[in-house]
């Protein structure tokens, strides 16, 4: 059956990912932890698809303030063909300069953290932005298959895959055609990198929140109100928090743009070597 053939790949990924990256999770989740319990922000970006693990980390069950989605609808798909489909979108995405123009409306500050989310990690979004990120002093870790570096070109002007820009990155362990299922022709089917992206970033979100609650630092979580004991407006007053927390940081004057060869840049950052 292809449903259960997709099952045992994906909890095959699933079981490679605890195995080979739990180390890094955890090296992130600390880095998470301290950024928020300092009043630091960890930010989350990706495009495409890769936007699905940063929606699913806030607002929801079972998360906490502390967390700030770099949201573009530019790079977010609403249609298949046309205006906000594929085409556009990946257009965008692709398109050198593009990211750090979108930056120009967040206050990024050194002790902040970006996680950044790409299956294929060759893109000039998702590589900008963690780019960007560090050169503002950000922490950066990338979640993106290592596999496809080993089988493709990058893609970006610098040579550089995401994975090359972070202070940990970390292998969705997913194959580089993403789909696991084999049913007879060239193309697979059933993706698998949308499930191993959110499974990773829920990891991240239990490793920072558990670290989190034994410093009892824990932000307040938002929780099903079929919970017991949870008072009638326990996700009012999580929504305030996260309002003042969204809002409650001046705006940083905008950085003067440069030349289209200053996205480029390198520094001493840029030729680390991720954990």
């Known amino acids: 059956m292809s449903a259960e053939r997709y099952l045992e790949r994906i909890q095959k990924i699933i079981g490679k990912i605890h ?9 992130a989740g600390k880095i998470m932890a301290e950024a928020i319990a300092s009043g630091h922000r960890v930010y989350l970006f990706g495009s495409g698809h890769s936007v699905i693990p940063v929606m699913d980390v806030f607002p929801r069950y079972g998360s906490f303030v502390g967390f700030y989605p770099l949201y573009d609808p530019r790079l977010m ?11 556009e979108l990946l257009w965008i995405e692709r398109k050198e300069g593009y990211a750090r123009v979108f930056l120009q409306s ?25 780019q960007e990120a560090m050169d503002r002093g950000l922490k950066v870790i990338t979640v993106s298959s290592h ?22 990155a970390i292998d969705n362990c997913t194959p580089p055609e993403d789909a696991l299922v084999d049913v007879g022709k060239p193309e697979k089917i059933a ?13 991240l979100l239990a490793e920072a929140g558990a670290i989190l609650a034994r410093q009892g630092k824990l932000p307040p979580t938002f929780v099903s109100p079929n919970v017991p004991g949870v008072a009638a ?10 309002t003042e927390f969204f809002y409650g940081r001046p705006v940083a004057q905008n950085r003067t743009e440069s030349s289209p060869s200053s996205v480029h840049k390198k520094n001493s950052r840029q030729h680390r070597t991720a954990s």
């Not at 967040?106 to 963690?130: K, T």
């Open 147 to 168: 596999q496809n570096m080993k089988v493709s070109r990058p893609a970006h002007s610098t040579g550089k895959f995401l994975a090359e820009l972070a202070d940990v």
């Open 19 to 27: 195995k080979t990256q739990i180390k890094k999770i955890e090296k």
């Open 191 to 203: 993706a698998g990198s949308t499930v191993a992206a959110v499974s990773v970033a829920m990891a």
């Open 106 to 130: 967040y206050s990024l500050q050194p002790g902040d953290v970006v996680i950044v989310f790409s299956h294929g990690g060759r893109n000039a979004a998702p590589i900008e932005v963690a």
């Open 233 to 242: 407006d326990h996700n009012d007053r999580v929504y305030q928090a996260f």
């Open 77 to 87: 798909w609403h249609n298949v063909i046309g205006p906000g489909g594929a085409r």
